[in-house]
C-alpha cells in the first residue's frame, strides 16, 4: 500500500502541488483492491461508486450500443485514474463499462470520502478541477482525432502520445480505440515506422 500511495503522490502533485497536510488527509482514504482478467469493474446502469488509481494492469471503458457492438473509449493503466468519471462526478447510472483487459490492482476511494475531504481542503479541490481540465483538453484532442484524421494520422498520434501502448493493450482494442478494421491496424503496423 506504501508503494501505491507514493505512486499516487507523485501524479497528485504533478496535477497540482498541496502542502503535507493536504497530502497527508488525501492519502488517507484510499484502500486496496484488485480484480481478475477481463472483468467488469462497473457495468453499464450502474451508478460509480469509487474514484481509483491503477497501480498494475490494464483496463478499458467502452460502450456496447443496442446491436452489442463495442466502442473501445479509453485505456487505463499504471499509473493513471480509472472509474467512470461522469458517472462517479455527476452520480448517475453509468453508460459505459469498465473492464479489466489484464489481473488488475488499484487503490480506490469512496467518491463520497474524496467529496468531503476536498469539501474541507481547497487545496484537493483545486487538484481535482486542474486534473479534470487536463482531462477535458485530452478529450477535444480526441475528438479532433476520431473526426479529422485519416487511420494512419490516428495510429501515429497515438504512438506519439503513448509509445508503449502497443505492448500493454491487445491490438484488437486498439483497432477498436482508433476506429478501424483489425486487417487495416495490421497493415498499419506494418506500414508506419514505429
Not at 467502452?62 to 487505463?76: K, P, S
Not at 483487459?101 to 469539501?119: E, G, H, K, N, Q
Not at 487545496?123 to 483538453?137: C, D, P
Not at 491487445?170 to 508506419?192: C, E, M, Q, R
Request: charged share 25%; net charge neutral; with cysteine.
Amino acid at each position: 500500500m506504501e508503494e501505491s500511495l507514493k505512486l499516487l503522490e507523485s501524479v497528485v502533485r504533478a496535477i497540482y502541488p498541496l502542502d503535507e497536510a493536504d497530502w497527508k488527509a488525501l492519502s488517507a482514504i484510499w484502500k486496496p483492491f484488485e480484480a481478475r482478467r477481463k472483468e467488469i469493474i462497473t457495468a453499464a446502469g450502474e451508478t460509480e461508486r469509487y474514484l481509483y488509481f491503477v497501480t498494475d494492469g490494464v483496463q478499458r471503458i467502452y460502450y456496447l450500443d443496442d446491436q452489442d457492438r463495442e466502442a473501445t473509449i479509453a485505456f487505463t493503466y499504471r499509473p493513471s485514474f480509472g472509474g467512470i468519471i461522469d458517472s462517479v462526478l455527476m452520480e448517475v447510472p453509468s453508460r459505459y463499462y469498465y473492464e479489466t483487459l489484464t489481473p488488475s490492482r488499484f487503490i480506490r476511494t469512496p467518491y463520497s470520502d474524496f467529496r468531503d475531504v476536498a469539501m474541507q481542503r481547497p487545496a484537493i479541490e483545486r487538484m481535482l478541477r486542474a486534473g479534470m481540465t487536463q482531462t477535458l483538453s485530452g478529450i477535444l484532442e480526441r475528438l479532433v482525432e476520431v473526426q479529422c484524421f485519416s487511420s494512419e494520422e490516428k495510429f501515429k498520434n497515438l504512438l506519439k502520445r503513448s509509445p508503449h501502448i502497443l505492448q500493454l493493450v491487445p491490438h484488437k482494442y486498439l483497432a477498436n480505440y482508433l476506429g478501424i478494421d483489425a486487417t487495416n491496424f495490421s497493415k498499419l503496423l506494418n506500414k508506419v515506422r514505429i
